[in-house]
C-alpha cells in the first residue's frame, strides 16, 4: 500500500478484490501480530498479488481487502501451506467471527494520485 | 450489521460491494463522526442496501464496505443531495486521500451463523 495514505495503488480494473471481515477475540495479541504481518509479507510476493489495506477499530472489528490480478492468483495463495495453518489458527483461536467475500472490481474513483498508475 | 460482530449478515452472492478507503486528516473530528453516521442511517434506507461494515485504525486509515443488490441501488444513494454534500465535504474537509471500489461479490464463505441468511 501507499505507506503515506494506506491506500493500495491498484492497476485500472477489472481486478480482484478479498473482503476479509472479522472480530477479534482477546486472546495472543502478539502471536495475532506476528502470524498477521508474516502473512501479509509472504501473499505479497505471490505472482498477481496487487495491493492490500487493513484497518482494526477499538471495538475489535477489522476489514483486510487484498487485491488480485485474478481468481488462480487468490487460489493459489489460499492453498499456501503456510497460510493453510495461520487460516486455521484464525478460525480456532484469534477470531470471534469472520465473513470472507470474494469480488470482481468493476470500477473504481477517488483522489489518489497514483490512481490507475500499479505503482510497485 | 451483526452488532455482535459487526460483519453484515448479506444474503447469497452475486450482489454488489462498494469499497471505500480512506485515509482521515487531524480535522474536525465531532463534525465528521456527526455527518458519518447520518449517511449510514440515510443509505441504508435506501432500496437494494444489505449491509455495512466498518474499521478505522489508530493510523487514521479506514475502510467502509457497503453491500447493495445492484448498480441501479449504489448509485441512487451516490446521487442522494444529502450525500452529495457530504461527498465533497469529505473531499475538501475530513480525507488527507480516498479511494472508492465498485466489485460484483462473487462468492462469500465464513463463520458467521447467520451466513446466507439476509437478517433484518
Request: without cysteine.
Amino acid at each position: 500500500m501507499n505507506p503515506a495514505t494506506g491506500i493500495a495503488p491498484t492497476p485500472e480494473p477489472p481486478y480482484y478484490a478479498v473482503i476479509f471481515t472479522s472480530k477479534r477475540n482477546s486472546s495472543d495479541d502478539h502471536g495475532y501480530g506476528v502470524i498477521a504481518q508474516r502473512m501479509v509479507d509472504l501473499g505479497s510476493r505471490y505472482a498477481g498479488f496487487l495491493g492490500i489495506e487493513s484497518a482494526r477499530g477499538p471495538d475489535g472489528v477489522g476489514i483486510t481487502v487484498s487485491y488480485w490480478r485474478d481468481e488462480a492468483a487468490i487460489l493459489a495463495w489460499k492453498r499456501d501451506p503456510e497460510h493453510e495453518k495461520a487460516q486455521l489458527a484464525g478460525q480456532h483461536n484469534w477470531y470471534a467471527d469472520y465473513h470472507v467475500r470474494v469480488a470482481k472490481v468493476e470500477r473504481a474513483y477517488g483522489s489518489l494520485r497514483t490512481a490507475g498508475k500499479h505503482v510497485t
